[in-house]
């Protein structure tokens, strides 16, 4: 038995993921595997740290000591051979919200920010929030998987008024960790048409099957000049709701366009008891995540049992990152509305509309594997059972 298989009630704990059951699916009694957190426990060592600080009954601002830096820069090494200057890091409340202040911070309204659909929603909604253009640079299905269509990325990196692109590295829908090769190769392009980079690697610690993350910053200095990276402890350790993440950039002035946008909102303050849950997952819950992972890989080799076994014209890509999976429905030919509806109404499961990653993401759902492996097994013998009855 492993600690991941307890079900844990989440109700009544305000869990977004249950809240929206009936605004989203018109039911509130569907399997929750949609929004990117996880039914499990945050590790021993987060929930300790925050049982102390509870202890003191005030909670007001408080500061981001030394220590907090050193956690990042002590994870950083140790994950991925990264040396970071404290002075690199800034913090911030979210990855997201970073991206919409880099939106402001590199852009003007009406200029062009590329992303790469099928890509996660809000990486539209920062951009079109600001009043700034969607450039689109569509990834390409090959039978080898997702791969960047850099012929397309070159050309519309070429137009001047496209200045910022949004990488999403490990790639949220699709699973991707961007090779060294594929991140050279793009980052030139951006390094030779002026192309700022912010690059998205939250998921960066949640690699799978023995697959690496590079971060995009390490792969020269000068793509490091051009990037700045966007990282959290939030779905590596389920701590969303604590809102605390950060940035790191080498080049002063990209930090200080980010800075200026942290503190121009005040931002800065910071939660609590996000810095001391970064402190405590950094520093002392290494081995609760090697386990994850090894759960979450066993939770994608029983959906893969399932789609073999029953319905071996739903396609999913190879996982090499992310508890997120990228389900190809396509070979049912039914429209978005039907695969919705047959998804909620009929298999009673809760699951990420494919469409809300673009245009591309029609035919497509995408579900949370992160639950325990008996919720994983109930949500593919409801899919077997739903359509074998259809
Ligand atoms: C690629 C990506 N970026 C950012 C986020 C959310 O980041 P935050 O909660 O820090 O705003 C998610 C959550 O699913 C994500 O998948």
Same mark, same amino acid.
């Given at each position: 038995?492993?600690?991941?298989?307890?079900?844990?009630?989440?109700?009544?704990?305000?869990?977004?993921?249950?809240?929206?059951?009936?605004?989203?699916?018109?039911?509130?009694?569907?399997?929750?595997?949609?929004?990117?957190?996880?039914?499990?426990?945050?590790?021993?060592?987060?929930?300790?740290?925050? #049982?102390?600080?509870?202890?003191?009954?005030?909670?007001?601002?408080?500061? +981001?000591?030394?220590?907090?830096?050193?956690?990042?820069?002590?994870?950083?090494?140790?994950?991925?051979?990264?040396?970071?200057?404290?002075? *690199?890091?800034?913090?911030?409340?979210?990855?997201?919200?970073? /991206?919409?202040?880099?939106?402001? @911070?590199?852009?003007?309204?009406?200029?062009?920010?590329?992303?790469?659909?099928?890509?996660?929603?809000?990486?539209?909604?920062?951009?079109?929030?600001?009043?700034?253009?969607?450039?689109?640079?569509?990834?390409?299905?090959?039978?080898?998987?997702?791969?960047?269509?850099?012929?397309?990325?070159?050309?519309? !990196?070429?137009?001047?008024?496209?200045?910022?692109?949004?990488?999403?590295?490990?790639?949220?829908?699709?699973?991707?960790?961007?090779?060294?090769?594929? /991140?050279?190769?793009?980052?030139?392009? !951006? +390094?030779?048409?002026?192309?700022?980079?912010?690059?998205?690697?939250?998921?960066?610690?949640?690699?799978?099957?023995?697959?690496?993350? +590079?971060?995009?910053?390490?792969?020269?200095?000068?793509?490091?000049?051009?990037?700045?990276?966007?990282?959290?402890?939030?779905?590596?350790?389920?701590?969303?709701?604590?809102?605390? #993440?950060?940035?790191?950039?080498?080049?002063?002035? /990209?930090?200080?366009?980010?800075?200026?946008?942290?503190?121009?909102?005040?931002?800065?303050?910071?939660?609590?008891?996000?810095?001391?849950?970064?402190?405590?997952?950094?520093?002392?819950?290494?081995? *609760?995540?090697?386990?994850?992972?090894?759960?979450?890989?066993?939770?994608?080799?029983?959906? /893969?049992?399932?789609?073999?076994?029953?319905?071996?014209?739903?396609?999913?890509?190879?996982?090499?990152?992310?508890?997120?999976?990228?389900?190809?429905?396509?070979?049912?030919?039914?429209?978005?509305?039907?695969?919705?509806?047959?998804?909620?109404?009929?298999?009673?499961?809760?699951?990420?509309?494919?469409?809300?990653?673009?245009?591309?993401?029609?035919?497509?759902?995408?579900?949370?594997?992160?639950?325990?492996?008996?919720?994983?097994?109930?949500?593919?013998?409801?899919?077997?059972? @739903?359509?074998?009855?259809?």
């Amino acid at each position: 038995m492993s600690q991941f298989d307890e079900i844990i009630n989440r109700e009544g704990t305000r869990a977004l993921k249950l809240e929206y059951r009936e605004r989203l699916f018109g039911k509130d009694d569907v399997i929750p595997l949609w929004v990117a957190d996880m039914d499990f426990a945050a590790p021993p060592a987060v929930r300790e740290a925050l #049982s102390k600080r509870m202890e003191h009954p005030i909670f007001g601002y408080t500061n +981001r000591p030394d220590a907090f830096f050193k956690s990042i820069m002590g994870w950083l090494k140790r994950r991925f051979d990264w040396e970071v200057d404290q002075g *690199w890091i800034e913090f911030s409340p979210g990855v997201v919200p970073n /991206l919409g202040l880099a939106v402001q @911070a590199f852009t003007q309204p009406g200029e062009g920010v590329i992303i790469q659909p099928p890509v996660y929603p809000p990486f539209f909604g920062v951009v079109r929030d600001f009043n700034r253009e969607v450039v689109e640079n569509p990834l390409k299905e090959t039978d080898e998987g997702y791969v960047m269509d850099f012929e397309h990325f070159e050309k519309v !990196c070429s137009v001047p008024q496209n200045k910022l692109f949004l990488l999403c590295h490990p790639h949220n829908p699709v699973g991707r960790v961007w090779t060294p090769e594929e /991140l050279l190769r793009m980052g030139d392009i !951006c +390094r030779r048409n002026k192309v700022t980079i912010i690059s998205d690697e939250i998921h960066a610690d949640l690699v799978l099957f023995g697959h690496q993350h +590079r971060p995009l910053a390490t792969i020269s200095p000068e793509i490091a000049d051009i990037t700045v990276t966007c990282m959290a402890p939030s779905k590596t350790f389920n701590l969303a709701g604590l809102s605390t #993440s950060y940035m790191i950039a080498s080049n002063p002035e /990209l930090l200080k366009a980010m800075r200026g946008q942290v503190l121009g909102y005040h931002l800065h303050m910071g939660n609590t008891f996000g810095a001391l849950a970064l402190e405590a997952a950094y520093n002392a819950s290494e081995d *609760w995540l090697e386990d994850l992972k090894t759960y979450l890989e066993g939770n994608y080799h029983l959906v /893969l049992e399932y789609l073999e076994k029953y319905l071996p014209e739903v396609k999913v890509p190879r996982l090499e990152a992310t508890y997120l999976l990228w389900m190809d429905f396509r070979a049912w030919g039914m429209n978005q509305n039907e695969l919705k509806s047959f998804m909620a109404q009929k298999a009673g499961l809760g699951l990420n509309d494919g469409n809300t990653f673009g245009r591309e993401g029609r035919g497509f759902m995408r579900m949370n594997l992160a639950s325990p492996r008996s919720v994983i097994a109930e949500a593919m013998q409801r899919i077997v059972d @739903a359509r074998n009855k259809n």
